[in-house]
């Protein structure tokens, strides 16, 4: 069984977190990343085309496209209330993988299901 707790605790781990306010743009559809995002608090929206395809919370993850070969975000991140974000640049991200390998799980899982769940809505 895969588990947000796992993504939730290597999230806690990082330094550094970032505090978003509500409304603030985290990332915009077409720009370039570096670095995938996990929410430690709070909620963010996943918008295609001005549109809010999801909403997520504590626990998930978004922006992992620019992990695995995605040149541009594919999507923009709103914060929909005030959240604590912690981020894994690749160095990190493969620390992560390497340490504990559900977390690669709960990383394709959630990348895969957002995607599906975006093919649909378009």
Do not use: W
């Amino acid at each position: 069984m895969l588990s947000p707790v796992i993504t939730l605790s290597i999230f806690q781990k990082q330094p550094n977190p970032q505090a978003c306010s509500t409304g603030e743009v985290i990332f915009e559809e077409g720009q370039s990343g570096d670095f995938m995002f996990g929410i430690v608090e709070g909620e963010v929206e996943i918008l295609v085309n001005n549109k809010v395809v999801e909403t997520i919370s504590a626990g998930e993850v978004f922006g992992t496209g620019v992990l695995v070969g995605v040149k541009n975000r594919t999507y923009t991140a709103i914060a929909k209330t005030d959240c604590k974000l912690a981020f894994l640049d690749e160095k990190r991200f493969l620390f992560a993988v390497q340490e504990t390998p559900m977390f690669a799980l709960n990383v394709i899982k959630n990348y895969s299901e957002r995607l599906s769940r975006m093919q649909h809505m378009l």
